[in-house]
């Protein structure tokens, strides 16, 4: 089965063709960083104008890429929530329209989901049961999977997301958004140790997250910085980098470790754009070999948002038979534990 997916939920559109049995074909991504970067964060009516531009080129780049012709594709899945509302709107009635003119069904996916099941993009997959961390710009979760739909929350972010944390941080140390990966790169210069910062919430019981504090000391230590000496310095900026990193770092791991122990499993699966951090990758492959278990990710490129996680879930689904039904539905925010569950795994 053919699966063109789409993703345009954010500032990314994605664009992915899958075939259940010769996988991934082709996939086409276009990030609209430089059309937000001025404004310090993504502009949801800017978002929404791009993905119009960019979504049926990318589609002709995934088709020409893969050598198959649009009447090949069995079926359209898209974005369906959560995200911003416009910006699914657009991929939604694309892929509607497509999927009519086509005479395919489409499928609406769960963006989180597809950030779930990337890593089954891989060689190397897990198997089910296995714990998911979720870490993204718009949410962190800790989430026991049985199988593809089969979802119970174990503990959220009881505030900022781990990936808002990073970008409020960075605009904080005046690094462009989106600021994860500025964080990381200038983190690798910053003074171990100069700057202790809270592990929140590691020393009460549960698996709930909470980054506002830790944006909070950020905040307090950049003014201390200051008053002592005017700006912030370059080293000043890294040595902060680098605290806020391990500590979010830190308190991912010992979460992670706490979730696997508390439901008896060995396999954590990491997924969302936090999780293309390499010391965060590094920090808990190490800590959770010391507990024999095992931890997956998807590739750099399918950590942040992409159109072949979107393509792979909706596929998985509608080998099982599900399909939309009619008329254009999107789902700004939209519960994990509320979608069906899937029987069949290809
Ligand atoms: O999954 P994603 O692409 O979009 C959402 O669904 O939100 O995640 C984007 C988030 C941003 O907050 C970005 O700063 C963060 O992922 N991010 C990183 C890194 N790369 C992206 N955070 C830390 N380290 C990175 N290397
Ligand atoms: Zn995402």
Not at 131 to 143: K, M, N, R, Y
Not at 226 to 250: H, W
Not at 327 to 335: L, N, T
Request: charged fraction near 20%.
């Amino acid at each position: 089965m053919l699966i063109l997916g789409l993703e345009t939920s954010c500032d990314e559109t994605g664009v992915a063709l899958y075939h259940t049995e010769r996988g991934l074909l082709a996939h086409a991504l276009f990030s609209q960083v430089d059309i937000h970067v001025e404004y310090g964060g993504v502009v949801p009516e800017l978002a929404s104008r791009d993905h119009v531009r960019k979504t049926l080129p990318l589609i002709d780049e995934v088709l020409q890429e893969a050598n198959v012709l649009a009447g090949d594709v069995e079926g359209v899945a898209y974005t369906a929530g959560p995200g911003l509302v416009g910006a699914l709107m657009v991929g939604a009635t694309l892929a509607k329209a497509l999927a009519w003119g086509w005479g395919v069904p489409a499928l609406g996916v769960h963006h989180m989901e597809g950030h779930l099941l990337a890593p089954m993009l891989e060689d190397e997959r897990p198997d089910f049961p296995f714990i998911a961390l979720l870490v993204s710009g718009g949410h962190t979760q800790l989430v026991r999977v049985d199988a593809i739909g089969r979802y119970r929350l174990l503990g959220e972010s009881l505030d900022d997301a781990a990936g808002e944390a990073f970008d409020k941080t960075a605009k904080m140390l005046g690094l462009p958004y989106p600021g994860g990966p500025h964080i990381a790169r200038i983190a690798q210069q910053g003074q171990a140790g100069r700057f202790d910062f809270p592990r929140p919430m590691v020393n009460r019981p549960g698996l709930d997250f909470s980054f506002s504090g830790l944006k909070t000391h950020t905040l307090n230590t950049v003014d201390a910085c200051r008053s002592a000496g005017g700006e912030l310095s370059e080293q000043d900026k890294c040595d902060i980098a680098r605290a806020f990193e391990d500590a979010v770092v830190a308190t991912l791991v010992i979460k992670c470790r706490r979730a696997l122990e508390q439901e008896n499993l060995k396999t954590l699966v990491m997924a969302g754009g936090v999780s293309a951090n390499a010391n965060l990758r590094t920090a808990l492959k190490k800590a959770l070999a010391r507990q024999r278990a095992r931890v997956f990710y998807p590739a750099p490129v399918f950590c942040t948002d992409n159109g072949a996680m979107i393509a792979y879930a909706g596929a998985q689904r509608m080998l099982a038979g599900q399909v939309d039904s009619e008329g254009v539905r999107v789902r700004p925010r939209w519960p994990m534990e509320e979608l069906p569950p899937v029987a069949v795994v290809a």
